[in-house]
């Protein structure tokens, strides 16, 4: 798609805003909007805002960021807001001068997706984002309470809840999405939708624009759509199982019919890389203090650094599926991580596993949760970080991420976070209350 036609559909469709939505270091989606007066100028990307304003993206005396939309990502939201029609362009945040932020997320798996690209491949994504909802009292608070007791896959958890659901497959079905399936997860209150997987760059705006789509849906039905990892205590948390492949034309490279467990060397290499620097990504993949309390044994979330073809214990399971659905699914990430630095960081692992010609040690298809620590050390099973900052202590020890990410993502993303850590330490909780004060 070209300007002019972009600026004939916003004018037979009557659009009246466009929101130019970028993504910051952190994850969240933010956007400027402007009237149909301004359209031309956005699409031929002469929109300037204040990054200084973002955290991280630049200092106050070099804040003038430009928005590069990219045109094909262009969607009319099928809502009206007040009777007024809105669409959006996902864009890259450029310098000044043209040339691309250093700061921007979706930059960043741009060069990965070039690096694979001059190897010869094109990396394939389909990530599962999982969600709760839950209810909003009579004013408009959140609260923790879910609007059901369904339970994984059931059929008539007949409530607000479901059809909140149908009403996003609609929605993300109207804009352009391959929904495959949509259920009910293992928790009460959460839910799951998949969509076709993607080549990798639109698989990481599609999470984006997926999760304004579930929120915005759910407030129409006075539920508050979350992603947090670990919402509640004592139930499932929501993980974003990330499946990628590499293909050349329309070759699955992974597939090797004579190979063992039917994956080639490239596969093989690609699982090691993810195995080697599991414990490092986990800080871009997993990145809330919450996160890791998704991260425990007993809750279906991965706590070792394995793979397996035949159980989901392990950090990485390989599908049944062979011949062009030949896969990996990487089972640690969770809908809160910024999708486009996480899919970086795991192809560039993956990648440099390939050109190293590295191999993983053998499958374990025992469940890992029922394991001793012996038999454990025996397998040379390592284990993900237990927390954030352990997850930021591997991360500032792996100079492949401080690669990937550059010196600008890295050094602010490591401050915020460690502030996010330092400022949670010093609080002191109700379960310390509860079981120290009268004891000591």
Not at 97 to 125: E, H, W
Not at 382 to 396: F, I, R, T
Request: net charge neutral.
């Amino acid at each position: 798609m070209n300007i002019r036609e972009a600026l004939k559909i916003l004018k037979d469709e009557n659009v009246k805003y466009l929101r130019l939505q970028f993504t910051d270091i952190m994850g969240i989606n933010k956007n400027v909007e402007v009237p149909p007066s301004q359209f031309e100028k956005a699409l031929d990307g002469k929109v300037m805002f204040d990054g200084s304003s973002i955290e991280g993206f630049s200092r106050i005396e070099e804040s003038d960021m430009m928005l590069s939309p990219d045109i094909d990502t262009l969607v009319i939201y099928p809502w009206n807001n007040n009777e007024k029609r809105v669409a959006r362009l996902i864009c890259d945040i450029h310098n000044p001068d043209g040339t691309p932020f250093d700061g921007c997320p979706r930059n960043i798996l741009k060069k990965v997706l070039k690096q694979a690209s001059d190897m010869g491949y094109v990396m394939n994504a389909g990530l599962e984002a999982e969600f709760f909802l839950f209810e909003k009292d009579e004013k408009g608070n959140i609260t923790i309470n879910t609007h059901d007791a369904g339970g994984y896959f059931d059929l008539t958890p007949i409530d607000r809840g479901e059809e909140a659901r149908q009403e996003m497959v609609d929605v993300l079905s109207s804009i352009g999405f391959e929904v495959e399936a949509a259920h009910h997860e293992v928790a009460p209150g959460q839910h799951e939708i998949d969509f076709k997987y993607a080549e990798s760059l639109t698989a990481a705006d599609r999470i984006a624009t997926f999760r304004f789509v579930v929120r915005k849906v759910a407030s129409h039905y006075n539920l508050h759509a979350t992603f947090m990892p670990k919402p509640i205590f004592g139930i499932n948390g929501s993980g974003m199982h990330t499946h990628q492949s590499l293909f050349k034309g329309k070759k699955n490279v992974f597939y090797d019919q004579k190979s063992e467990f039917q994956l080639s060397d490239v596969a093989m290499g690609y699982i090691a890389g993810i195995l080697r620097h599991a414990k490092a990504f986990t800080a871009i993949t997993n990145p809330l203090i919450n996160s890791y309390k998704r991260l425990v044994p007993g809750f279906e979330a991965p706590t070792m650094i394995s793979w397996s073809e035949k159980n989901r214990s392990p950090l990485i399971r390989v599908p049944a599926k062979r011949e062009i659905g030949t896969r990996i699914e990487v089972r640690s990430p969770d809908p809160s991580a910024n999708p486009y630095l996480a899919l970086a960081v795991m192809l560039a692992s993956g990648l440099e596993g390939i050109a190293n010609k590295q191999y993983p040690p053998d499958p374990v298809n025992k469940n890992l949760y029922k394991m001793s620590k012996r038999e454990m050390a025996r397998l040379k099973i390592g284990v993900l970080p237990g927390s954030l900052s352990e997850a930021l202590d591997s991360m500032e020890r792996d100079p492949l991420i401080r690669k990937v990410l550059g010196e600008h993502i890295y050094t602010n993303y490591l401050k915020a976070k460690r502030g996010e850590w330092r400022d949670y330490i010093q609080q002191v909780h109700s379960w310390e209350q509860e079981h120290y004060l009268a004891k000591y």
